[in-house]
Each structure stands twice: as structure tokens, then as C-alpha cells.
């Protein structure tokens, strides 16, 4: 059942137009969307302009949350908003994060340790054994392992991680509650129960070809990294693979055959960058040091399992190097008392909004910047506030010209 809360953000989201950027600003002015929701077509022209202004107040009367939740409860789906605890960090720090994941089966906080794995639809049985040996081993690393249910190397990739008890999650071109590609019905099923069905887009959305780029860059987005197993020159793996090095990801690239059209991806993606992988460590010596110290004790896991649960890969090949520090949890969620500093910055006979508090939080985020660009959770960590919040005033900063921003979302003083 979705809360009040909730439901104001799905009507929002459902309005056509509110992309994750203008969504911030609202909230940002606005403090909450039901405050969006009930602000005047002058008011919210004056942060969106008037053709988007009328748009929300046109259709915020008419768009049928109603029917979507009815939906959502009928198939047993959670709703993950982006100023929910549970929404992951690594997507809130991308570019124009998505605004809800509709979930099904669980998120867990190991979770954010996990690496994508995509190819071609049309694999060859080398493609079959090298996306099965990496999958199996980045489980048993601890990783988990995300992909996009597509038929090919995103199956292999989804059923690998699942045959090694571990943990995978498949981001969807269409609506949670559609089952594409239809003979993928089965291992749909098993991943809810050891990991997570996640969509960006409404109930009941059909899987037009235009949604599956939108889904890649969310595969990039979550993970630490992605992998390409195998993938012709024109495959959609590249665009994810693209999505993630704007997103400032390391992409690992597996070698082919040569004279092999499945190659040509892996091979040009090397000869742009890539790292190539041949071996396990190849990608685990790439994660950040925050990550190692959290999946050491993962690795530990392993050495309780039977050796027929365990794939040929060596213990030297799995072994991960030891952190010094771990990185500290961040909340995202906004507490009460900053949605009342937003509320109270209003000043109802001008209609413009002054936050006093905004200036000194502005000064401060300026002071911790580094040159290189600051991750939007080190700003937040810096500054002790939440993620949603650093975003929103970066955001702001940005339009201001007071920061400029770098690839990967990072940020830096302009």
C-alpha cells in the first residue's frame, strides 16, 4: 500500500514533462510535491516557465494515479522514491536521477556493491562461457550482478549469478508488471526471490524500443562498473557502456575471437579505453577502496560453501584487496525540519523564494569543492546533509554559474 506521500509523487511523475532535473527544482522552491501540486500556475511558471507551468496544473487534476495504483498493489510492487532510505546512491548521483524505481522482490544495502554485465542478444557459445565464468565469479567476489532480462548475454549473465546463490538484479525497458521477453517468465520469477525486478517506468509501459537506451543508462548508473562479454559494433551494450563512462564507471572489456562479429564491440571498446579482462581480479582491482573492506567480508562467505557451489576460478583470482577505510552510509531522505526551512523561505507577497540557510550552505559546498570535482556524496558527507538536498542546492549552484559540473557528476567551483 503506498503512503499519501507517495501517491503525490507518482501523480507528479506521471505528468508528462517532469524529468528528474525540473522535478528537483520544483522541490527545491516548493519543498514537497504536494506543495507543487497545490502552488499556483504563476508560481510555478516562474521556476519552470509558463508552458510546462500549465502543463502541470492542467494535468495534476486529470492524470490517473488511481488506476496506476491499483496496479501497483495488485502486482505486489514497492515504490522507491527518490528521497526514500532505500533509493540507491549510486543512481542518485548520476545525471537526472530516475524519480521512482517500481520494485519488485528487494533492494539490499550490499547491493550498491554490484557490477553489470551486458552483450549481444545473439551469442555464440564462446560469449555463453565467458559471461557465465564472469557472472559466477563476481558472485562469489560478492558483487552483485545486474543486467537487463534481455534474451542473449543478459540471461546468461541474470541465471549465472542465480545457479551460484548470489544475487542479480534486472533493470526493465518496460512496465515491472510486463514479462519481456516473454520466455524469460521463469527466470523472472527466480529473481524476485534472490534479488530485484526494477523499472523506471509506469505500470503496464510496453517495451518500445525507445525505453531500453533510457534502462541502459540506469544499468550503468547503478553499478560500479560494467562489463561487456560479447557485442557487435552497433549492439545496445555500447550504448550502456557509453552511459557509463559519462557516468565516470570503469568499463571492462572481454576479448573475442578475431574475425568474430561478437568481438568487434569488446575489441573497439578497448581500443577507446576499455580495461581488458581476462581473469576476475582484473575487474576487482578497479573497485574503489571503500567497496574492498565491505566485500572482503563477503569473501569470507565463500570459504562456507561447498566446493560444488563454488565455480573453477582460483582463490588468487577471487582475492580482494584489503581498504583502509570504508565508506560512510548517506541518507537521502529530507528531514522535517529542512522541508520547513523551504516552507517558511516563501514569502507569499512576492512569490520568490529566499532561504536564508541556502547562502551559508552554498559557501560552505564552494569551500569543500576540489578542483578535480567532488562526488555529489562526498558534498553531502562534507556538509552533513542529505543527498537529495546536496543535489537540489548543486543543482541551483549550477544554474547560478556558481559551479560547473564534469563527467561522472562531479562538481567543482566555476
Known sequence: MCSEQQKQWLTLFLIPGIGSTTFIKLIARFGSPSEVLSASEKALSEVVGKTLAHRIAHYREVVDVDTELKLIEKHQVKIITLDDPEYPVSLAEIYEPPLILYCKGNL??????????????KYSPYGSKVTCFFAQGLTNAGFTVISGLAAGIDTIAHQSAL??????????GCGVDVIYPKEN??????IQNQGAIISTFPM????????????????????????????????????TAQHA??????????????????????????????KLAEKISDITEEIPQYAREVLKEEMKNIDNRSQSERI??????LQLPIS??????????????????????????????????????????????SPEGSYVDEVAISCQIPISEALSTLTLMEIKGLVKQFAGKRFTKA
Open 185 to 190: 517468465k521463469e527466470l523472472y520469477e527466480r
Open 324 to 369: 583502509m577505510s570504508i565508506k560512510p552510509p548517506v541518507s537521502i531522505i529530507p528531514t522535517k525540519s529542512e522541508i520547513q526551512n523551504k516552507k517558511e523561505g516563501y514569502h507569499q507577497e512576492t512569490t520568490s523564494f529566499i532561504d536564508l540557510s541556502r547562502t551559508s550552505l552554498e559557501q560552505k559546498i564552494l569551500s569543500i569543492l
Open 204 to 239: 503496464q509501459t510496453k517495451p518500445l524500443g525507445t525505453n531500453f537506451p533510457v534502462r541502459n543508462r540506469f544499468i550503468s548508473g547503478f553499478s560500479l562498473g560494467t562489463v561487456v562479454t560479447e557485442a557487435t559494433r552497433n549492439s545496445g551494450a555500447l550504448i
Open 108 to 121: 539490499l544495502k550490499r547491493d550498491q556493491y554490484s557490477i553489470s554485465i551486458v552483450g549481444t542478444r
Open 163 to 172: 545457479d551460484s546463490g548470489g544475487r542479480t538484479i534486472a533493470f526493465l
Open 245 to 274: 563512462v559519462e557516468q565516470g564507471k570503469t568499463v571492462f572489456a572481454i576479448p573475442g575471437p578475431i574475425g568474430s562479429p561478437n568481438s568487434e564491440g569488446p575489441h573497439w571498446l578497448i581500443r577507446q579505453g576499455a
Open 312 to 317: 573453477n576460478t582460483t582463490r588468487s583470482e
